[in-house]
């Protein structure tokens, strides 16, 4: 069954890769090379007998060494349901207390606006004042 996914998957890239233009023939065969390489060492992990697979919300990490380069790629596999309800909650909390911070900076924003109309307006009277006066200096 995951074979058979896998294929589709595969043949869907090969189809995106040929009608992108923004490829180069060259290296879409090295890209689907490489990722044929990647889903034929995942599958070689996956048929390994796993630990604690049978709980609702586990997961299996799994490091993928490269013998050429050296490098370590960490492919990370989960197994159940998610629990979107605790992650909505948390978004949702956060959402109000954005909300109630914006409602308190838009209350500073409308009293400094008042200061400053105010301070222009005795600005302004000021000016006035002084112009109906002679100088003496």
Sequence with gaps: MLCAELREVIIRKCEHLAN????????????LASQQN?????LENINQPKPFIDSPCS????????KKEGSCEQIVLYAGRLDISNENEKLRANLQGMQSRVVELEKVCKKMQN?????LKSRVSRQSNSRSLPRIC
């Design 59 to 66: 997961s299996v990490d799994t490091v993928i060494k490269d």
């Design 38 to 42: 990647k889903l034929k060492s995942l």
């Design 20 to 31: 992108n233009s923004k490829f180069s023939s060259r290296s879409a065969i090295e890209a």
């Design 115 to 119: 200061q400053m109309s105010k301070m």
